[in-house]
């Protein structure tokens, strides 16, 4: 005695045959850690643009350091005052460049951008990023400046 007629089995290959489709359909279309760190970065570039806190203190883990030993307080509270020194920020991204870092959490992070408060750039600034997994989300763990760029 059979459970499952030829029709009942072929519904149930039909239903495991598109179950599994759309299961490795979900898989291709979660974005890939550069992608999404390329978002985060992305956004905060925005942020600065419209001097707004949220998404640094969203995207900033409470463990930063930057290259100086500054905490994400100090580093928020830098920001605060660069925001309150210029009257306009308009930032233009040069080059983002986003790899895999030391083990599979981390991702480095390198933005050229060239910065000005009116059409023509000002100052530009050479920033490397350490991105780290955290939960579900990438924070920025770590951040340095060149030599020509703020905080030093």
């Known amino acids: 005695m059979s459970w499952f007629g030829t029709r009942q089995k072929q519904s149930a290959v039909i239903f495991a045959a598109i179950l599994i489709g759309l299961i490795f359909l979900n898989l291709r279309q979660a974005e890939s850690p550069e992608v999404q760190i390329e978002k985060n970065v992305r956004s905060l570039v925005a942020a600065a643009e419209a001097k707004e806190m949220g998404p640094f203190r969203d995207l900033i883990s409470a463990d930063f350091v930057d290259a100086n030993g500054r905490s994400r307080d100090e580093a928020l509270n830098l920001l605060k005052l660069i925001y309150l020194r210029h009257t306009k920020i308009q930032i233009n ?60």
């Open 93 to 152: 991204v040069v080059s983002l460049d986003v790899k895999p870092g030391n083990s599979a959490d981390q991702y480095t992070v390198n933005l050229f951008v060239l910065m000005s408060e009116g059409l023509l750039p000002q100052d530009k600034g050479n920033f490397s990023m350490l991105w780290q997994k955290r939960g579900s989300e990438w924070l920025m763990t770590r951040a340095g400046w060149g030599d020509d760029g703020y905080g030093e």
